[in-house]
């Protein structure tokens, strides 16, 4: 939605270069991770997912890595577009399994654009 | 994502009033849940459901209530909304097991409690 931006820390890229956005996930235990895009005034919007006994998985110009050591998450977006301007924010499942499928939700990540 | 659609997109109402946000899906899927938004915050559970006959409180269940009458529809009611109850709602879905834990979500509602 449109206040979701507010007070999130914000990466400002130009377009046509590559953007790494973090997110530092707290459960050891997790197995699973999604990052969502969410655009103003729009629901959250799967990008990308990775299990635990991956560190990399790549998509359509993304790229997730894991790093279970330090329990950092990272997207990566390959040469940026405009398109890209939202808020960014991973999700991870401590529910070993998923049993219950819950998720655990980070607060995000506003990228924006420069043209 | 279209599959998931949430309605009313908006609404006012004012404390003590009784609404109810309704969510429906043509995803097939079992799983269904409620969140709340806020700014500067992660999405919080509401309550979900498995299915049909399951309902199962989340993180912040107090005030909320659900009905999922069907396999697609899954309601949330706010019995006496207070202001605090302000944020974007979100519904979403996910399938059982395998490569459809991915959560999907509808488009949200924006409520506003005077």
């Known amino acids: 939605g449109e206040n979701v931006g507010l007070h999130l820390p914000t990466l400002s890229v130009q377009e046509g270069d590559n953007s790494i956005i973090n997110c530092a996930y707290s459960n050891s235990a997790s197995d699973y991770f999604i990052w969502y895009k969410q655009e103003s005034g729009k629901g959250p919007q799967f990008i990308i997912d990775i299990r635990s006994n991956m560190d990399k998985r790549q998509g359509q110009r993304v790229t997730v890595l894991l790093n279970k050591t330090v329990k950092h998450l990272s997207l990566q977006i390959a040469a940026t577009q405009p398109g890209d301007s939202a808020v960014y924010f991973c999700a991870e499942r401590p529910d070993y399994g998923g049993a219950t499928n819950k998720l655990i939700f980070g607060t995000g990540t506003l990228l924006a654009v420069q043209p | 994502d279209a599959d998931v659609t949430q309605t009313p997109r908006n609404r006012i109402t004012k404390t003590g009033k009784r609404i109810m946000l309704e969510c429906s899906q043509t995803?097939?899927?079992?799983?269904m849940y409620w969140y709340r938004q806020d700014p500067g915050l992660g999405l919080r559970l509401i309550y979900y459901s498995f299915d049909v006959k399951d309902i199962n409180k989340g993180e912040i269940s107090d005030g909320y209530s659900v009905s999922r009458q069907a396999q697609a529809k899954f309601s949330l009611s706010l019995e006496s909304a207070i202001p605090n109850q302000t944020a974007l709602y979100f519904c979403a879905t996910s399938a059982i097991g395998g490569v459809g834990e991915t959560q999907y979500f509808g488009p949200g509602t924006r409520l506003l409690v005077l």
């Open positions: 995803k097939g899927h079992d799983r």
